[in-house]
């Protein structure tokens, strides 16, 4: 079982920018798959962007363009480089790996 942390989230108005981090308790390196996720009360918890091991990557429509995902297998560590942030954006934002480990989440708040 793996253990994530994430960490990085916080006030921001809008236009503004956030970058999350994610570290892993363990080697990423053999983890294929890691992704961010997000979730809003009454709402089901969404995929936002995705990275593979070689480094690959995939967003939901909504922030192309304004998220980047990334790792770093020395540091066992996936961020999530957020620029133009939405009130559309404020979440729970959540990493995983495609074992179904999950971290506890950090709140984003963009607001004026």
């Known amino acids: 079982q793996v253990q994530l942390v994430e960490s990085g989230g916080g006030l921001v108005q809008p236009g503004g920018s956030l970058r999350l981090s994610c570290a892993a308790s363990?080697?990423?390196?053999?983890?294929?798959?890691m992704g961010w996720y997000r979730q809003t009360p009454g709402k089901q918890r969404e995929l936002v962007a995705l990275?593979?091991?070689?480094?690959?990557?995939s967003y939901t429509d909504s922030v192309k363009g304004r998220f980047t995902i990334s790792r770093d297998n020395a540091k066992n560590t996936v961020d999530l480089q957020m620029n133009s942030l939405k009130p559309e954006d404020t979440a729970v934002y959540y990493c995983?790996?495609?074992?179904?480990?999950w971290g506890q989440g950090t709140q984003v708040t963009v607001s004026s």
């Open positions: 995983a790996t495609d074992g179904g480990d």
């Open positions: 363990v080697s990423i390196f053999s983890i294929y798959v």
């Open positions: 990275i593979t091991g070689g480094g690959s990557t």
